[in-house]
């Protein structure tokens, strides 16, 4: 229903739509983990307020009890009246702050202690607050909700293992158009451009293409050198669905590779099984990164794995918790997370074997399908 809001003589003036008046369970959840004293919580960060609300446009959200409102402008008010129908929307008038429409609302509910998201508001976003609420007393709301979307419910996991098959069926594609003398961009652009058109509403992050010497980097820039016989080729990608991340990584060989090459492959693909083989709820995720590290670094390439074993995965490509030595976090039930060991060799080359699991309660379900023996192009 659309309301016409007028205040202080029509000087300002929004529009409001009345939510469904039911609090959601995640904003539910989020008001039990509000700190000490705070009344409501005040959301900028847009990964965490399509979790919450189911919003992906620009604004921010207010969530105090009994409340979840959207504040936005102009442009994005159908858009969060339709995707966020549990929310009550409001639209900021031609030069109003949002803060000024949210602080409106926060009043009406009497509060005077607001968590806010200290991680995510820039320092200038902070001074506006202390300017348009100078009463208020702000405290930290710092990854709160990141802790709740830690825990992926089914959907979550359904819209993931969606975005990963996607995924995995490009490297099924890849596999069949990948020729000697094409260029690391010539196939990153390929590998794009078959994800969105297969469904994919973007992809996770650049797609990154190393092939030769190149894949001693862990994060290459996919260059215009050409691919040839004898080279590794290191891909990690992936596909979004459901505003979900996909990530995964294979490397392939292109022709007959070395020895030294193979063994690299070798050792990284044992590293890769031994660490699915040790996840499980209830252990330390810096014990699974351990598992990895401990066959590469026995195989000769200590020193060579510089990166931690894997990361959450989720609205975002980098969530927590990690798999890395300073990760004391315990795995539970329902987190997403990727299991990918590499060794890299400056003058060599690299490999990495990437796959995205979901944590059962016994073990893993692993998200891509795609197989891991070594690729022969
Ligand atoms: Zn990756
Ligand atoms: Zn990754």
Redesign the pocket.
Known sequence: MLKYFAHMGAAHAAFYFEGSGEMNARCEALLRLLPDGAQAALISSAPNIRYLSGYTGEGIAVVAGGRAAIVTDFRYTEQAQRQAPSFEVYEIASGEAHETVAFRLLSEKAVRCLAVEEDVLTVEQYKKLQDVMPEMNLVSLAGTTQRLRRIKDSGEIEALSRANKLTSDCFEHMCSFIREGMTEREIALEMDFWMLRNGSEGV??DT?VASGPNGSLCHAIPSDRKVCRGDFITM???AVTGGYHA???RTVAVGSVSPELRRMYDTVLRAQLASLEAIRPGVRCSDVDAVARAIIDEAGYAGRFGHGLGHSTGLE?HEEPRFSRLCGDIVEPGMVI?V?PGIYVPGVGGV?I?DSVAVTESGVRILTPATKELVTL
Do not use: A, L
């Open positions: 996770s992050f990154i990690d990608f992936g990530d995964m990584t490509i990727t990918e990495r990437e």
